[in-house]
């Protein structure tokens, strides 16, 4: 089997994922993923579609990730993983992983802060004297 490459993006992250035949190892930025995602949270979500398609310990992932926090930066990686997998095997995985959500890019972005508020929505206390 060659490489598949896909991409995952979440909030402000942006994950590059290639997927091999292997022994179920996830390397992120070039460091396992217990040493990357310290939480244990964080590393169900990476294997949220392994485990909906029943593929655990069947792939070598690499990824490079960049930009965001940690969740979206892990919630990139699960989208890059399902696509990744959709496109190796369309009529295998593809319906699986669509049921449980894992191929809808999440497009909540954070809205921009307005000029003249605090925020994006947030005013500053009215006065009327």
């Given at each position: 089997m060659e490489q598949t490459h896909a991409l995952g993006r979440r909030k402000a992250a942006v994950a590059r994922v290639y997927l091999t035949a292997g022994k179920g190892n996830v390397t992120i930025?070039?460091?396992?993923?217990?040493?990357?995602?310290?939480?244990?949270?964080?590393?169900?979500?990476?294997?949220?579609?392994?485990?909906?398609?029943?593929?655990?310990?069947?792939?070598?992932?690499?990824?490079?990730?960049?930009?965001?926090?940690?969740?979206?930066?892990?919630?990139?990686?699960?989208?890059?993983?399902?696509?990744?997998?959709?496109?190796?095997?369309?009529e295998e995985y593809r319906s699986a992983l669509k049921a449980a959500g894992f191929l809808t890019r999440d497009a909540r972005e954070v809205e921009r802060k307005k000029p003249g508020q605090p925020g994006a929505r947030r005013r500053f206390q009215f006065s009327k004297r």
């Amino acid at each position: 089997m060659e490489q598949t490459h896909a991409l995952g993006r979440r909030k402000a992250a942006v994950a590059r994922v290639y997927l091999t035949a292997g022994k179920g190892n996830v390397t992120i930025n070039g460091r396992p993923l217990e040493e990357y995602f310290s939480l244990e949270s964080l590393r169900y979500i990476v294997g949220q579609p392994f485990e909906v398609t029943a593929t655990e310990g069947q792939f070598d992932v690499k990824v490079t990730v960049v930009g965001g926090g940690i969740k979206g930066q892990a919630e990139a990686i699960r989208l890059g993983i399902a696509r990744a997998m959709s496109d190796l095997n369309r009529e295998e995985y593809r319906s699986a992983l669509k049921a449980a959500g894992f191929l809808t890019r999440d497009a909540r972005e954070v809205e921009r802060k307005k000029p003249g508020q605090p925020g994006a929505r947030r005013r500053f206390q009215f006065s009327k004297r």
